[in-house]
């Protein structure tokens, strides 16, 4: 497998900048003008790419008022919510997804979806999008990942709530249906997630385990969970974006407003630049200070003969002179010449007394 996948003109991978996904998710909040909105706040914040969700409600659930067809009551958003209703409220209508796609490439981003069953992924190959999304939930509909493979697209694998075992799964069925190109996202399914349950720990055991570029699929608020995640080697960051969360909608309470994305642009590259090499010592940069690291100096006016001692000679700021550790090899020795206040010591200065 690649330790780089292509999106559109963007190498995802270890090497390149963090490729960062904004999720529009349902704070569209059914107003098409609001969705190029977010489109455009997502643009003028610099990442590279917009993701939708192609379902309808009645490809995702069935129209049921049974218990199970409730979200759990305690749940922090949608408690005792029906699947049916939410799904209905939250769905991107799909005569939208071309009018975003259309502005999201007007706008230099790469766009595509989640899609939900195999009507969904059809759709989405019409309208040529770069790559596939799986969402979390559906990991294991092996059928649906078989679809999704047989594109040949990058295929984006979000993993929240998988075990080794189910994401082993779906990877294999993924990779004998033509994906050669592959992301797996780490992440949780909690929305909101707390930063505790995020075990950002698990990223490059996935990245050796399944051998694939690894990215993290991030429902925390704020930037640091994503940053960090950045740290341990997550090459793609997917993060839900919305114009304000004043305004509401059904994922805003978890979702970045406009200054935040920005902000998550800046800090996932300021953390990627910062991982550099497994390098220890001096940097280029750190030349013009290395200079004023301490060194021998003689500290007053001396004759030739007089003995050196703490008082003529001391450790001080620049580095011209002998290195400090010198002073317990000169102490006591006799000064070959005279030499003025403030010169960079030298062997040439010292010669043992007599």
Not at 103 to 112: D, I, S, Y
Not at 288 to 293: D, G, H, Y
Not at 345 to 350: G, V
């Amino acid at each position: 497998m690649s330790k780089s996948v292509r999106i559109g003109k963007h190498e995802v991978g270890p090497d390149h900048r963090p490729f960062i996904i904004a999720e529009m998710s349902g704070n569209h909040n059914g107003e098409l003008e609001r969705a190029l909105r977010i489109v455009d706040v997502i643009a003028d914040s610099g990442a590279q790419a917009l993701k939708l969700q192609t379902y309808t409600a009645d490809t995702i659930t069935l129209d049921s008022d049974r218990d199970e067809f409730f979200v759990d009551r305690n749940h922090p958003l949608w408690g005792n919510s029906n699947l049916y209703q939410l799904y209905q409220q939250a769905y991107t209508p799909w005569e939208w997804h071309e009018p975003l796609f259309n502005r999201a490439k007007e706008r230099g981003l790469v766009a595509f979806s989640s899609p939900f069953d195999s009507t969904a992924v059809d759709f989405l190959e019409s309208l040529d999008v770069p790559a596939h999304k799986v969402a979390s939930a559906e990991l294991v509909d092996l059928p649906l990942i078989r679809r999704i493979a047989s594109t040949g697209k990058p295929v984006i694998m979000s993993t929240g709530m998988g075990t080794v075992q189910e994401i082993a799964a779906a990877v294999q069925p993924a990779r004998e249906a033509g994906c050669e190109q592959l992301i797996v996202m780490g992440g949780t399914a909690a929305y909101p997630a707390e930063p505790a349950d995020c075990h950002l720990r698990k990223l490059p055991v996935i990245a050796d385990a399944f051998d694939c570029v690894v990215g993290y699929s991030d429902h925390t608020m704020g930037v640091g969970v994503s940053v960090a995640a950045v740290a341990l080697g997550a090459s793609a960051i997917e993060k839900h974006v919305t114009t304000s969360r004043d305004e509401g909608g059904v994922d805003s309470a978890f979702s970045l407003d406009s200054a935040e994305i920005s902000s998550l642009v800046v800090e996932t590259e300021r953390a990627w630049l910062a991982l550099g090499q497994p390098h220890i010592g001096a940097t280029d940069s750190e030349e013009a200070v290395r200079r004023l690291r301490r060194s021998l100096y003689v500290s007053r006016d001396v004759k030739a003969g007089e003995r050196v001692n703490s008082e003529n000679v001391r450790s001080v700021r620049p580095a011209n002179g002998l290195p400090p550790i010198a002073f317990d090899q000169i102490d006591g020795q006799l000064f070959t010449r005279d030499v003025e206040f403030a010169t960079p010591t030298d062997w040439s200065m010292f010669r043992p007394a007599i």
